[in-house]
């Protein structure tokens, strides 16, 4: 009887990991998301998976921190940013639910010249020193799969960290390390990257929130988790192959 309820509840993966359910999915209304003010959509299948943390907000570990984070990280980049939107198109939280972002279809502000063509994930924490919770790396493997299955994702897609694309620390020097032995990681995605690709019109610096060298040091965590400041960077070093 077990086993056969196993065989209902799980396959086998595209990428050969064994997974039984989908990972808790919270709707944009179920986290009180704000309206996009403009949205782009993306051609499907987008070929390119980009690994993102928050570094702030700091690692949630419940649903109601997890909402707080998001409404703080959409804010932070509609207000601060002038952005359309939060600028992911998923969130990970450690409660291991996955958050809505722009969600499978709208192009995200996450990765220059590679927002119109990926889904962006973002695990919420700051993952320079220690990785995220087996748990929460799980869920973002599901989610990723869930793109596979569910036509979003190509099935040959590759996985890259934000910093292969821009100047920034994102997505933690510990997370960086685990993410190249996911599947489809590939260590060099510029040399696939077809010169022409417009500019996005969002993204084009970057997001002062994720990287430690822009953010606002503070001592007090308080602030350090809700505070951090616009840095104005040049974007022409972010920019290497227009
Ligand atoms: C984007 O997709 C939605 C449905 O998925 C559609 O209603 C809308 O017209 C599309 N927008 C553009 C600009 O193509
Ligand atoms: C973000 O924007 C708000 C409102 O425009 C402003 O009050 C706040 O100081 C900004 N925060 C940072 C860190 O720049
Ligand atoms: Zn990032």
């Given at each position: 009887m077990i086993s056969y309820i196993l065989v209902i509840l799980c396959y086998f993966t595209v990428a050969n990991s064994f997974v039984c359910t989908d990972p808790e999915i919270v709707t944009r209304d179920e986290w009180g998301a704000k309206p996009p003010t403009d949205v782009e959509n993306l051609t499907l299948p987008v070929p390119y998976v980009v690994i993102h943390h928050s570094y702030i907000p700091a690692a949630c570990s419940t649903k109601e921190e997890c909402i707080n984070d998001m409404q703080w990280m959409q804010k932070y980049h509609q207000q601060n940013n002038s952005w359309c939107d939060i600028g992911y198109n998923f969130a990970v939280g450690g409660d291991n639910r996955i958050y809505v972002g722009r969600g499978w279809t709208a192009v995200g502000a996450h990765a220059p010249r590679y927002n119109s063509r990926s889904i962006g994930i973002v695990l919420i924490g700051d993952w320079t020193d220690i990785l995220p919770p087996e748990s929460q790396m799980l869920a973002a493997k599901q989610l990723i799969n869930m793109g596979i299955r569910d036509g979003y994702?190509?099935?040959?897609y590759k996985l890259i960290g934000h910093r292969q694309v821009r100047e920034t620390a994102c997505p933690g020097e510990a997370l960086y390390k685990e993410i190249q032995m996911w599947p489809h990681w590939i260590p060099n995605p510029d040399e696939e990257v077809?010169?022409?690709?417009p500019l996005d019109k969002e993204d084009l610096k970057p997001d002062p929130r994720e990287d430690p060298d822009a953010s606002l040091a503070s001592e007090d965590n308080e602030i350090k988790r809700h505070s951090s400041t616009d840095k104005d960077e040049s974007t022409s070093r972010s920019i290497k192959h227009t």
């Open positions: 994702i190509s099935e040959n077809i010169p022409v690709v």
